[in-house]
């Protein structure tokens, strides 16, 4: 973001850099400003539109989604309150906060300290634990 900025700002030098000069100093700063950047405008337009054209290259770039190769969807949650069981499948970009028991309707929230119903009642822990990250907070 930072290079989009100074590379607006070079490209744009030939129109902003006149009136400050004008601000400042009135014609004689403004006949100095002008020779001074107009031996330099086309590297200026160049270097700005390269260094704009880098950030959104940057901005835009995919970014490398986490493997899902070794990480185990399926999962056997028991319900705390009648030791109901069900296989279930964790989703693998968000957690699951709350899960309604088949059996006795109970519904089941996390413990304390866990992030999600899978943590605290299930056979296999949440994806992004799995993966050692910090889960959805």
Do not use: H
Not at 36 to 65: A, C, H, P, T
Not at 82 to 108: H, I, K, V, W
């Amino acid at each position: 973001m930072i290079s989009a900025a100074l590379g607006f700002v070079l490209a744009t030098s030939c129109c902003w850099l006149p009136w400050l000069a004008l601000a400042l100093g009135g014609a004689a700063g403004l006949s100095v400003v002008s020779e001074g950047v107009e031996k330099y405008g086309g590297w200026l337009m160049v270097l700005g539109i390269g260094l704009v054209g880098w950030s959104g290259w940057k901005f835009f770039q995919k970014r490398k989604k986490p493997q899902l190769g070794n990480i185990v969807l399926q999962s056997l949650l028991t319900c705390p309150n009648c030791g109901f069981q069900r296989m279930e499948t964790m989703p693998s970009d968000a957690c699951q906060f709350f899960y309604e028991c088949e059996n006795c309707r109970q519904l089941l929230r996390p413990k304390p300290g866990d992030c999600c119903v899978f943590c605290s009642y299930g056979s296999v822990k949440c994806p992004p634990i799995q993966l050692g990250k910090d889960c959805c907070v």
